[in-house]
């Protein structure tokens, strides 16, 4: 099944205050029916108003936790993307406020990849969806430094548990 197979007509929320950020991912998820906001007050009336598949939030400028909040309570399925925002404890906050997958901007051309994840996990009702971080834990140690995760070492050692897809649930999602 190809990205766009599972994409095709999803209704997401795309939201950032930087318009060549809202353009790109247009582009790149073409195959979805996306709206987008560039203000707080504005996603927040949307996400409180309409049913969407999935969210992909900006943390900095938009108030992206707030949103990610009401997205949550909504059971909207969240993806934080951001460039400014990008640092250990938004990851951890993030995750602890359940976002589904946190993306650096730098990633954001791989997009399709992460939502697709998302949205099959969600399809198929599994909760774990922390390949994400796999893919990118290279990309985190390379940007936070060695031994970043032991100012969260017990958080850590629980995602790893409780969020980490096995072999067998990777297989189920594909």
């Known amino acids: 099944m190809s990205a766009d197979d599972i994409l095709k007509g999803k209704k997401i929320l795309v939201v950032d205050d930087e318009p060549d950020i809202l353009s790109t991912l247009k582009d ?64 951890v906050g993030s995750i602890k406020l359940g976002a589904k997958s946190y993306i650096p901007k730098d990633n954001m051309f791989e997009i399709a990849i992460y939502l697709r994840e ?16 796999a893919r990118l834990s290279s990309f985190f140690d390379r940007r936070f430094g060695h031994g970043w995760k032991n100012k969260d070492k017990k958080f850590w050692d629980e995602f790893d548990k409780t969020y980490q897809v096995s072999k067998e649930e990777l297989e189920d999602i594909m």
Request: with cysteine; hydrophobic share 45%; net charge negative.
């Open 28 to 91: 790149l998820l073409e195959a979805c029916d996306l709206e987008t906001a560039s203000r707080y007050e504005t996603a927040k009336e949307l996400l409180q108003s309409r049913n969407y598949d999935a969210a992909i939030l900006d943390i900095m400028g938009v108030r992206g936790f707030d949103l990610l909040q009401i997205a949550t309570e909504k059971n909207i399925p969240a993806l934080m993307l951001t460039a400014h925002g990008l640092n250990p404890d938004n990851l």
């Open 118 to 133: 998302i949205l099959l996990a969600k399809e198929k009702g599994i909760e774990k969806t922390g390949n994400w971080f």
